[in-house]
């Protein structure tokens, strides 16, 4: 087993100190950093994906699976920052909408989108549309991921794209939903972008979204 | 084998006739009449019984284990114990005195008159017709919720009434039907409407705010909270309802939140408002409600556990009814499944899928994961019925939502587990649980000697503050000042922890008899290993 695949194997299991140690010891072998997102990372969190969808994992193993992700692209990181700067996937803006508390699913498709590459804003739960217009606005974000687990707040969901429209954002960003009461119909007739059924097909539909 | 000849069975003291083949179990016919079976009928509790007036009905070793042998001269069964081989004619301990959750009979003054106790749950509606003087029940009626087809759980009902005159509709609805339910009674039990002078109702929040006819819009968003959670008061003539129009209806106040006058009545049916020690009271359905505290400070939260112990979207799920699977036992290395009504296995029930998992996870089948030992997809339980990798997922949801809450609820509290004297399971799938499964899965994680089922305390509540009008004007304001309700969603632990609980106990080797009374400790906490 290669040192990568070990270090994908440590991210699979969810071994988080694993994880942190194999990335140190690469790093210190001198594996170049900007190495470790395309050869462990993110086919590690491909995979946790395709066992998410066939219920081989459920929410604590893929949760455990991105923590142990997050301990070695927190070392990575800093270290990406100047000329070996990875081209990141695209930037994020995320939240589950006003309202609304829940918060595991958007948690989930967060780190599982960090983990593929993208740069994260995660503005929390019960998150107003300004604060997304804003956050939008601030970061550059190319990409708006949305998130209602109840079928009386996924109309604020609506509010949103309302309010990115009229400040003039809306052909900046892409938009995206889930949550289990939306539905694709539902995705369309706000006008969003798509529509992710769990979180490996978020992540997928981020990556087509981000690079049309 | 002669034909099966058919026997009749009449229940008093509410003159119901019945008639079903020979070897019928009683529990079945009882069960579907509205009578409880606390210990879910596996004959360890007497909560049951019934005086057999006429015709024979055979004992068992269950219940000489139960009854004394005056009892047994006397009459008296257990109703979960015996099958239907004589033409019966049988009185309801249920129903026949003032009785709480601990058999303990409730002190009430008599008076004229009668009352009406309504249980108005999101799904089901429990009535029953009391006679004031003598504590007795006279009638009983039950329904499904009429609302139900706008939604099954409180929220699509939220969401239907916060739309333009939604929520006018729904109030409607559930009114003529109350009142309907009333009339039925009434004719059942053949007593002039006139004499009814009391209704009270309860339920939660939602279920309130929708008979009140109050908005219910604050229920639709966080905080889900509403201010208008009082006591409200009503003239039957003013619900429309064909009783004297000066009778009082009361609905009884909601305690926070989702949790409502169904939980203060089982504060009262339970009576943990009144104790020193630490008790609780688990109301496991849509919205799993929680309550534990003492006469000094009570704690309650709700949370949503979904539908899964409803029987709803599980692959073959299906309510308690004839034709579901509502028990699954491990004998001999595999299992043994009892089907409601004895016919053919057609679905499996909230308590049966808690067991199918449990045996599961004894049989080394399920991994303390969730995930079906080698990746098979499916089990078949009884042809045609299975449970599958995705059932088990809306359990573990379901189950780590209530065992959170309770862990939440204790921590917030400052008490450890250890010194919650009692559990109390209210509503009708605690009814049912077998509690060994439910310890097993990790839902109630607490030795089954501590665990009672309570049987339907929101009525019992509502029966009490009937009986006890005086100096109680329904807005029970000591128990409400008592009461803090916790939003568990607000507490960014409460994620944590809900995903913790989400993986079964890993119970390690031991092997015990599910459903045969033992009742195993957890020999361990540690984390459940991964497949």
């Not at chain 1, 290669?2 to 969810?14: N, P, S, W, Y």
Request: net charge negative.
């Amino acid at each position: 087993m290669t040192q990568f695949e070990e270090l994908q194997q440590a991210i699979i299991d969810g071994k988080a100190p694993a994880s942190k140690a194999l990335t140190e010891t690469m790093l210190k072998a001198g594996i170049r950093p900007g190495e470790f997102f395309p050869k462990a990372i993110i086919p590690a969190m491909d995979e946790v994906g395709r066992r998410m969808r066939e219920c081989e994992f459920f929410i604590p193993e893929v949760l455990i699976a991105a923590r142990a992700a997050r301990a070695s692209s927190d070392i990575l990181r800093p270290l990406l920052v100047g000329d070996e700067a990875i081209r990141s996937a695209g930037t994020v803006v995320c939240g589950t909408v006003k309202g609304d508390l829940h918060d595991i699913g958007k948690n989930i498709v967060a780190m599982m989108l960090e983990s593929a590459g993208f740069k994260i804003v995660d503005l929390g739960v019960d998150v107003t549309a300004e604060k997304i217009v804003d956050a939008v606005r601030q970061n550059q974000a190319n990409l708006v991921a949305l998130s209602a687990l109840l079928t009386t707040t996924m109309v604020n969901m609506k509010s949103v794209i309302e309010a990115l429209t009229a400040a003039g954002l809306r052909d900046k960003v892409k938009i995206m939903v889930g949550g289990a009461p939306v539905t694709d119909a539902w995705a369309h007739s706000i006008g969003a972008d798509g529509y992710g059924k769990d979180a490996p097909a978020a992540v997928e539909l981020a990556r087509q979204l981000a690079a049309a | 084998m002669p034909d099966q000849p058919t026997h009749r069975i009449v229940l008093r003291p509410v003159q119901t006739e019945l008639t079903a083949p020979a070897g019928t179990a009683l529990r079945d016919l009882l069960f579907a009449q509205g009578v409880e079976f606390p210990c879910g009928g596996q004959g360890r509790c007497r909560g049951c019984r019934v005086h057999v007036l006429e015709g024979q009905a055979s004992v068992n070793d269950a219940q000489r284990e139960r009854l004394s042998a005056e009892e047994l001269a006397n009459g008296w069964r257990l109703a979960c114990q015996c099958a239907l081989e004589d033409d019966l004619v049988i009185e309801l301990r249920q129903w026949d005195a003032a009785i709480l959750v601990d058999e303990t009979p409730f002190a009430f003054e008599p008076r004229a008159g009668l009352g009406v106790a309504v249980d108005l749950g999101t799904t089901t509606l429990v009535t029953q017709l009391l006679d004031l003087s003598t504590g007795r029940v006279l009638a009983v009626r039950t329904a499904l919720n009429s609302q139900a087809r706008f939604g099954a759980d409180v929220m699509s009902r939220v969401q239907y009434g916060v739309a333009e005159s939604g929520s006018h509709q729904l109030c409607h609805m559930i009114r003529q039907q109350i009142g309907s339910l009333i009339e039925q009674l009434v004719f059942a039990a053949q007593v002039p409407h006139g004499e009814i002078t009391d209704v009270v109702v309860v339920g939660n929040t939602v279920m309130h705010h929708l008979f009140c006819g109050l908005d219910i819009e604050p229920l639709s968003r966080y905080p889900f909270e509403s201010e208008r959670l009082g006591l409200q008061a009503f003239h039957a003539g003013d619900l429309g309802w064909k009783l004297s129009s000066e009778a009082r209806v009361r609905f009884l106040p909601c305690l926070g939140g989702f949790v409502g006058s169904d939980i203060l009545a089982g504060i009262l049916a339970t009576n943990l408002s009144e104790r020193d020690d630490l008790n609780g009271l688990v109301d496991l359905g849509t919205n799993g409600e929680i309550v534990i505290g003492n006469r000094q400070r009570l704690l309650c939260a709700s949370t949503a556990a979904g539908p899964a112990f409803e029987g709803a979207r599980i692959s073959m799920g299906m309510r308690a009814a004839t034709g579901a699977i509502s028990e699954v036992a491990v004998e001999d290395h595999t299992i043994n499944c009892r089907v409601l009504g004895n016919v053919p296995p057609q679905g499996l029930c909230g308590s049966g899928l808690v067991d199918a998992v449990a045996a599961g996870l004894e049989l080394g089948r399920i991994q303390p994961s969730g995930r079906f030992t080698g990746g098979a997809g499916a089990w078949e339980l009884a042809a045609p019925v299975v449970l599958t990798q995705s059932d088990i997922r809306e359990l573990q949801l379901a189950k780590g939502a209530i065992a959170a809450g309770i862990r939440m609820l204790l921590d917030r509290f400052g008490a450890p587990a250890s010194n919650l004297k009692k559990l109390y399971l209210a509503g009708a799938f605690g009814n049912y649980i077998n509690r060994a499964s439910a310890q097993r899965i990790g839902l109630i994680s607490f030795p089954s000697e501590k665990v009672d089922a309570a049987g339907n305390t929101a009525l019992l509540g509502a029966k009490l503050a009937l009986f006890r009008p005086e100096g109680e004007d329904g807005s029970y304001a000591r128990i409400r000042h008592l009461t803090e309700h916790v939003a568990l969603n607000a507490d960014q632990s409460f994620q944590d922890t809900f995903v913790e609980e989400m993986a079964f106990p890993n119970m390690g080797a031991r092997v015990w008899g599910l459903g045969a009374g033992e009742t195993p400790e957890p020999n361990t906490q540690n984390p459940a290993p991964r497949t």
